[in-house]
């Protein structure tokens, strides 16, 4: 992937003068240079409870927390997020990682039959800055709405004055969008998928993660996510990587969702965190081949193979 300098950013309007060098710096960081965004998500602990870091199938360091960061250190990515807790504890033994604060988070007990989504917002923003101030390497922050949610109102309100008050301190945001809720009856529709990454981009959000949208109508996942893409204008648009799945299957389906779909990049984690130390490192550079480095799918498998190397 060709690298960008800092004059090919387009820093929002909303990005106070006196921080724009500081938007910059994270902006660069988070994306090595690229302007593509490779998320290694950490957030589950919270969001999927114990099931997606201990069981059948899932390497048993999944279940050491620290797992977690021995990859984001050891592995290539862009930033790691998780829960301002989380990162509180492990960072200081991590300092060179890029760390994004998820701002808000719910477990997967309450289902959307008993009652619609609602992630409440966790903490502040003054929480996060004296972290960062304390000398925690945070470029960002994130936060999950679930639209058609009759809570829709308060994340989005949320959502909006975060992104604000970030911007305002030189913090890029990426914004989790999914379409859930009593009144949404395909949350994996195209055209849902394409209106919660306009949404992001009327919030202010720098990037949006999204579900790559469901095969229909003879086309196919990547080329619906087109409507996306388009839709998300200069707020860049990437795909969460969804459950464990081999690696052919999903470099390639990584692959497509850049190259046919429009993404700049990926929002990953069970993919990565359920394998073992070596396995999940070899991962992160693999899918940082394509999403970084422009990588053909038969190159970034090589690299997950050992066959070759891929370094930033």
Known sequence: MPKISREDILV????????????????????????HLMLFACDQKIEHLNKDFYGEGIDISDSDPEHLFKIGSQ?????LAGQRGLIARYAPDYPDINYLVKMNSKTNLVKTAQCD???????????????REAGCNIVGIGYTIYLGSEYEPQMMAEAGELIAEAHAEGLIVVLWIYPRGEAVTDEKAADLIAGAAGT????????????PPSPADGATSAELLKQASDASGRCGLVCAGGSATDATTFLTQLHEQIHIGG??????????????????????????????????????LDVFEGKEDFSL
């Open 263 to 300: 993404a700049v990049g990926n929002a990953t984690g069970r993919n990565i965190h359920q394998r073992s130390l070596d396995e999940a490192v070899r991962l992160t550079k693999a899918i940082s081949a394509i999403t970084f480095g422009d990588y053909d799918v038969q190159e970034a």
């Open 200 to 211: 992001a981009l009327c919030l202010g959000s720098d990037f949006v993660k999204v579900n």
């Open 75 to 79: 592995g290539i990515c862009g930033v």
């Open 12 to 35: 929002p309007a909303d990005v106070m003068p006196e921080v724009r060098e500081v938007y910059l710096d994270n902006m660069m960081a988070a994306t090595r240079g690229t302007g």
């Open 117 to 131: 989504p609602y992630s409440p917002q966790l903490y502040d923003l003054e929480a996060v800055l004296a972290m």
